[in-house]
């Protein structure tokens, strides 16, 4: 493939640029529908209980009150909000421990009943009359308390008590021996805390229900191909009664979105049936904090046996994380962090064993990075407290251990390529690590340096089954149409696959159109997570739009009577490599084809591989020793992205991603009360970053092409968090001599460290 692109590797104007910037962009709050209903949903106060009576009589005799749903008239189908059942592979099978209702809440918030009303005001002031009678049960908070023989059960499980899935556990070598034959081994555990996604646009759906039982849900879903069997599956709905579509555009995603918005779409899809109207379910902020997925929190341990020149001998990860009340991504979250936490490094002895444990707060989920940020700031403020008990210098000693292109890792696909090393070399140059040691340590405010390292995935595969379909089409003028299931919930999306298309067929950016996320109109793919979208389904375009190209040069060949491998095209023309007379507009050809009964129609349909992006992250912070304040000076992120196909949505993807990092590290978390509820239920009580609280950031694109992926592209969209904490706890330790094993590094925290060290 050629190195000297047209269109890849150019930052064109963004296709949703106008439509946002004038604020013409639909989102699911926008749709409208003739009749349509407001949705409005009765949520637990209790963390545990058994509903042992519920009387809707007075709601539904509300005027205005069309319908209202209850465990006693919706299906008592189990599904899992995630998805996963559309992506285990078999003989795995997914933890499907959900209902619409239930009979039985499992945490504060659960979805206990539904109203449908002619208003937002009424559906709430009937939720006030819906008389409930609760049977209170006991309930647990920590996973490490709900494994205990004497935890309530919150929902039966093989695996043990309250544990969702599986156990997850990987090895490689011989941990015990590699143990016994290193010189020191350092053993230390970590606990995280609850981060929330915080995307701007709150879950939602709306659901329509056509005379002929035909089902339209607009939804905020990253996944809508998935969520339409969810929702068959649901209904008993045959999949082609059943269409879902991103409305075009998703306010943010993060994760939180793969398979259904919460339970927004089934929610609304039932009050639609009872009502025999549309209906509108939009979650309000401190719906969306305290009923969608959380990153999980848990406990993290790292057992390291490394030899005097401080080369690794044996790695062993153990990991017990917090699902929360229901499963979600749980089984997966775990293999994820382990798969990481053993990749980063070469170490000839590995071993990882983790799952996650229900317990009775918010299900926790799909997050940004999906459970490697978790192993890395275990993994790698462990790297720096090896290299100071050796006396190196913790870039040399990340230097000597980092995975190499060949080398044998955990992965069931081999290391292609890398751009590690060079990802240290420049973060370093830029942060500049040799004032590493030369920084201020006196005085009330001091300053520290630190780095951190991580890798990440390119699609789903192996954690969860993954492919990509799509469909470009030469339209009769010569320009181009894509067709792809992948929502563009801000990242890019449809700009990117259109530049991937334009480049293979020869045409400008201006020529190609597309469609996204709508199952009636594209073909299946799994949706936009797991850093795939550029990658994954990037290769089905890249497939199509090669199908296409190879009908249209055939075609153009027996018009122009010469072999149509001398023919290329650029900006829509077709002409010959050997005789510069011998050119021929695309419309032309696609017209003159139209005229005989043909439209070139291109199909891609591929099986990723995967890919592993790498990373380095450079912080350096100031410490104030009177406030425990941890201010962040400047921020360094390197990254390896294979190819980047639009390189300012590269850098924007990871200057978001290290701000989400920066929040991991210092601000977000959510606490709950004795009794289970959430204290951090709004953006007035989560401390996310604000812009007074982003520092001077630099990010690095370096390209180590990876030939599994479209134009040499990788992953890159949850990279920009993997390493930040690990980074910026690591430069606190340099300032101030405290080293942290609980983020995020909130004033208090830091505060206490230095009183009680005084």
């Not at 918030?109 to 049977?135: C, F, H, R, T």
């Not at 039982?213 to 969810?230: A, D, E, L, N, Y």
Request: with cysteine; proline share 6%; charged share 20%.
């Amino acid at each position: 493939m050629k190195k000297d692109y047209a269109v890849v590797g150019k930052s064109v104007r963004r296709l949703d640029a106008m439509e946002k910037a004038m604020g013409k962009a639909t989102f699911t709050t926008d749709i409208k529908l003739p009749g349509m209903l407001y949705g409005k949903v009765l949520r637990s106060p209790h963390p545990h209980a058994r509903i042992v009576k519920i009387d809707t009589s007075k709601a539904e005799a509300l005027p205005g009150v069309k319908a209202v749903a209850t465990y006693l008239n919706t299906p008592r189908v189990k599904f899992n909000t995630s998805a996963t059942s559309t992506f285990t592979i078999p003989p795995l099978q997914p933890v499907e421990d959900q209902y619409i209702f239930d009979s039985v809440v499992r945490y504060v918030g659960d979805e206990v009943a539904a109203v449908a009303a002619v208003s937002k005001s009424i559906a709430q002031e009937a939720l006030g009359l819906i008389e409930v009678e609760y049977e209170l049960l006991p309930t647990v908070f920590d996973p490490l308390e709900a494994m205990k023989d004497d935890a309530p059960v919150i929902h039966e499980s093989e695996a043990g008590k309250n544990i969702p899935g599986e156990k997850i556990h990987i090895e490689m070598g011989d941990v015990e021996k590699g143990f016994n034959e290193a010189d020191y081994v350092f053993e230390h555990t970590f606990k995280l805390p609850v981060q929330k996604q915080a995307q701007m646009e709150t879950q939602a759906a709306v659901a329509q229900v056509a005379v002929d039982g035909k089902v339209t849900v607009w939804s905020t879903t990253q996944t809508p191909h998935p969520s339409r069997r969810i929702l068959a599956t649901i209904f008993g709905i045959p999949y082609s009664k059943v269409r879902v579509l991103n409305p075009p555009y998703i306010g943010g995603g993060f994760g939180v979105r793969i398979g259904l918005s919460a339970k927004a779409e089934p929610i609304a899809l039932a009050l639609a049936m009872l009502a025999k109207q549309p209906v509108k379910v939009v979650y309000d902020r401190k719906e969306d904090f305290i009923a969608s997925d959380t990153r999980h929190a848990g406990y993290v341990t790292v057992k390291t046996g490394v030899n005097k020149d401080g080369t690794f001998n044996a790695r062993k990860i153990t990991a017990i994380l917090n699902s929360g009340a229901y499963c979600s991504w749980s089984a997966e979250a775990p293999g994820v962090l382990g798969a990481m936490g053993l990749s980063i490094y070469y170490c000839p002895n590995q071993l990882y064993d983790g799952h996650s444990v229900y317990t009775n707060t918010t299900p926790a989920g799909a997050m940004r990075g999906f459970g490697n940020p978790q192993a890395m700031f275990a993994v790698d403020s462990q790297v720096d407290i090896i290299a100071e008990s050796l006396s190196m210098d913790p870039l040399e000693l990340r230097r000597k251990n980092m995975m190499r292109t060949g080398q044998p890792w955990v992965l069931p696909y081999p290391c292609l390529s890398s751009g590690l090393e060079e990802c240290m070399d420049r973060g370093a140059k830029e942060i500049g690590w040799e004032r590493r040691t030369k920084l201020s340590k006196d005085g009330t405010k001091r300053r520290g340096m630190g780095m951190a390292i991580g890798t990440h995935v390119s699609n789903a595969w192996p954690f969860c089954g993954d492919y990509s379909n799509a469909y470009v089409t030469v339209q009769q003028d010569g320009s181009v149409h894509v067709a792809s299931g992948v929502p563009d919930m801000g990242t890019g999306t449809m700009t990117t696959l259109s530049q991937m298309a334009a480049e293979i067929l020869g045409v400008t950016i201006d020529q190609v159109g597309i469609t996204i996320a709508d199952t009636e109109s594209t073909p299946f793919e799994i949706g936009s997570h797991a850093s795939r979208t550029c990658y994954a389904s990037g290769t089905a375009v890249v497939a199509a739009a090669q199908d296409a190209r190879k009908q249209v040069v055939e075609y153009a060949g027996k018009m122009l009577n010469v072999n149509p491998d001398e023919l290329d095209i650029e900006e829509g023309i077709i002409y010959s490599t050997l005789n510069e007379e011998i050119r021929v507009p695309l419309g032309t050809v696609a017209i003159e084809a139209h005229l005989h009964g043909l439209q070139f129609i291109g199909v891609g349909k591929i099986i990723p591989q995967n890919a592993p992006p790498y990373l380095a992250h450079f912080a350096e912070v100031e410490v104030d020793t009177e406030t425990g304040k941890v201010s962040i000076i400047k921020l360094v992120a390197a990254h390896d992205v294979g190819k980047a196909i639009h390189p300012i949505i590269v850098e924007g993807q990871l200057e978001g991603g290290l701000a989400m990092g920066v929040g991991y590290a210092l601000s977000e978390e959510i606490k709950y009360d004795s009794k289970g509820k959430q204290l951090n239920d709004g953006f007035h009580k989560y401390m996310l970053p604000t812009a007074m609280d982003i520092p001077e950031m630099k990010a690095i694109i370096v390209e180590a092409e990876d030939p599994t992926g479209p134009f040499g592209a990788k992953g890159v969209g949850e990279t920009g968090l993997v390493a930040t904490a690990a980074a910026i706890a690591n430069a606190v330790y340099e300032a101030i001599g405290i080293r942290f094993f609980e983020i995020p590094l909130t004033e208090e925290r830091v505060y206490k460290a230095l009183k009680e060290r005084k």
